[in-house]
C-alpha cells in the first residue's frame, strides 16, 4: 500500500514570498512518479509539476520547483514570489501500479493543502 | 492544447431521475479517468479507461455506469443515486495509463446535487 501524507492543512504568505508545501510519501516500488497540481476554488485541477523516481535534478516549472529527497521520501513544493492568484488548495499525489504485477497505475492523492496568499 | 472539458457544470437531480456526464478530450489521450471529490477532500478515482476498455473500475456502485465510444469521449452515466452521491465529478486524461509518469489533465469538473 502507498500513502501520500501532507501535514499542513493550511498554510499563509505574503505576497511576493516564496512558501514551501510539504509533501512525504510511502511506497515499496522503485518507479514512481510524483506529483503537484492546484484546484482553485472553481474546482478545476491545474497540473503544476512532475518528479520521476529515478530523476536526479529537482524539477522547475516557472515559480514552482520541488525539493525531492528520495532518502528521506519528501517531495516538498517550492511556490516563489507568491502571487495572490496562487491562493488555492494544493494536492501532492503519486502514480503507482494498482495491482500487483499489473500494468496499470493510478493517482494517489494526499489530503491536500489550502494556501492563502496575503496581500 | 490541454483542455479536457466537461458537461454540464452543474447538475441537480432527484433520486430516481437518469443523467449522464459527458467528457471530451482531443489531445489524443488513450487513457480517461473518472473522480468522485467531496467537499474539501481529495478526488478519489472511481474508473480507468485505457485505449477504450474498462480498465479500472474501483467498486464502484453500479448505480454509477461509465462508457467510452471512443477515444475522445467519455460518459458518465447514473441512475437511481443517493443524496451522499452529491459531489464534483471530475473527468481526466493522460497519454496512457500503462506508466507512472504520465500527467494527468483534468476537466473542469461538473457539481452534483442529488435531491
Known amino acids: 500500500a502507498q500513502k501520500i501524507t501532507q501535514t499542513q492543512p493550511g498554510m499563509f504568505v505574503q505576497e511576493k514570498e516564496a512558501v514551501t508545501l510539504d509533501c512525504t510519501y510511502d511506497?515499496?516500488?522503485?518507479?514512481?512518479?510524483l506529483f503537484w497540481y492546484k484546484q482553485p476554488s472553481s474546482g478545476e485541477m491545474i497540473f503544476l509539476i512532475y518528479?520521476?523516481?529515478?530523476?536526479?535534478q529537482n524539477a522547475t516549472e516557472g515559480r514552482y520547483s520541488l525539493n525531492f529527497q528520495k532518502a528521506r521520501k519528501s517531495a516538498n513544493l517550492v511556490i516563489s514570489a507568491s502571487q495572490l492568484g496562487d491562493s488555492a488548495m494544493y494536492f501532492c499525489?503519486?502514480?503507482?501500479?494498482?495491482?500487483?504485477?499489473?500494468?496499470?497505475?493510478?493517482?494517489?492523492f494526499g489530503k491536500g493543502t489550502l494556501l492563502t496568499v496575503n496581500p | 492544447d490541454t483542455e479536457v472539458t466537461q458537461t454540464p457544470k452543474h447538475l441537480v437531480m432527484g433520486m430516481t431521475n437518469k443523467k449522464s456526464l459527458k467528457c471530451e478530450q482531443h489531445m489524443g489521450h488513450r487513457a480517461m479517468y473518472w473522480y468522485k471529490q467531496k467537499a474539501k477532500k481529495p478526488p478519489e478515482l472511481m474508473f480507468v479507461?485505457?485505449?477504450?476498455?474498462?480498465?479500472i473500475n474501483e467498486s464502484v456502485p453500479s448505480r454509477f455506469s461509465p462508457e467510452c465510444p471512443n477515444s475522445s469521449l467519455l460518459n458518465l452515466h447514473l441512475h437511481a443515486l443517493q443524496p451522499e452521491d452529491s459531489a464534483l465529478y471530475l473527468c481526466?486524461?493522460?497519454?496512457?495509463?500503462?506508466?507512472?509518469?504520465?500527467?494527468?489533465?483534468f476537466g473542469p469538473g461538473t457539481r452534483l446535487t442529488v435531491t
Open positions: 499525489a503519486m502514480r503507482e501500479g494498482w495491482n500487483s504485477g499489473g500494468s496499470n497505475y493510478k493517482l494517489t
Open positions: 479507461y485505457s485505449y477504450e476498455k474498462l480498465s
Open positions: 511506497t515499496s516500488d522503485q518507479s514512481y512518479g
Open positions: 481526466a486524461s493522460s497519454h496512457s495509463s500503462y506508466g507512472e509518469f504520465y500527467e494527468q489533465y
Open positions: 518528479q520521476g523516481s529515478y530523476d536526479e
